[in-house]
């Protein structure tokens, strides 16, 4: 079982920054995929970034050159960080991990953290 505990985000105008942080209970080099997806008002959860276990961090088109996706393994910790936020960034972000265990795929799910972006 591994846990995920996030921190971060909270209010900003459009234009600003805002961070996340997601801590794992595990060591997350060994994990196959981690990553960030949303939850927006009335609207499907959907990836945000991801890193497989080729090293390559994807991200959703609507962030790409806005959203950074970093971590640290000495932490357990990846992160968010949030530039140039919009309107539309408004949402419930869950980190996400999935553990390979006996060739089967375990997943978990941060608690979520509210971004909301708004004037």
């Known amino acids: 079982q591994v846990q995920l505990v996030e921190s971060g985000g909270g209010w900003v105008q459009p234009g600003g920054s805002l961070g996340l942080s997601c801590s794992a209970s595990t060591t997350i080099s060994r994990l196959k995929v981690m990553g960030w997806y949303r939850e927006g008002p009335e609207k499907e959860r959907q990836l945000v970034a991801v890193i497989l276990g080729d090293g390559i961090i994807r991200y959703a088109d609507s962030v790409k050159g806005r959203f950074t996706m970093s971590g640290d393994n000495a932490k357990n910790t990846i992160y968010l960080q949030m530039n140039n936020l919009e309107p539309e960034d408004t949402a419930v972000y869950y980190c996400?991990?999935?553990?390979?265990?006996?060739?089967?795929?375990?997943?978990?799910w941060g608690q979520g953290r509210q971004v909301t972006v708004s004037s």
């Open positions: 996400y991990a999935v553990q390979l265990i006996a060739s089967a795929n375990h997943e978990y």
